[in-house]
């Protein structure tokens, strides 16, 4: 038989192991969010690329409906400037965006982080897209490179 002072103990702690359970959990996502730039990683991994730095896959682009909301770098998104969101290039990072089917590009200053999926490696703003032809197409294939950090 259980005496009720072993279970008060056993809830007691398994107690404390939620609650520490919980701290850890907000700690990660409180971090996980967290966009620091440092050579050691970073919350994502934020790499310093050299120029000449090249990437290859599919670009996007915003919809309007950002506009004016606060990117990574704490400016507001305007959808008419030059402006692009990576995973992991340091913010301010200026890279050259090439259509690969056209050869059109446009070079962009990335200010914003993006979870970019399905293979794509930048969301652009509406203005560099258009200039990339690319807005009735959605995601096009292309060619980044890094100018700039």
């Not at 969301?123 to 200039?131: E, G, K, M, Q, V």
């Amino acid at each position: 038989m259980v005496q009720p002072r072993a279970c008060q103990e056993r809830a007691s702690a398994r107690a404390d192991q939620l609650l520490l359970l919980a701290a850890a959990a907000l700690v990660a996502a409180v971090t996980g969010c967290a966009t620091a730039e440092t050579s050691g990683g970073g919350a994502r991994g934020v790499e310093h690329e050299r120029r000449g730095t090249v990437q290859e896959g599919r670009a996007s682009y915003y919809s309007d409906a950002f506009a004016g909301r606060r990117t990574a770098s704490g400016e507001r998104y305007d959808p008419e400037r030059m402006t692009a969101a990576h995973p992991t290039l340091p913010l301010g990072t200026r890279i050259r965006v090439t259509r690969v089917d056209d050869r059109r590009s446009v070079e962009v200053r990335v200010n914003d982080r993006c979870g970019c999926g399905g293979g794509r490696i930048v969301d652009l703003s509406r203005r560099a897209a258009r200039h990339l032809d690319m807005l009735h197409a959605g995601v096009v294939p292309v060619r980044i490179e890094v100018l700039r950090n």
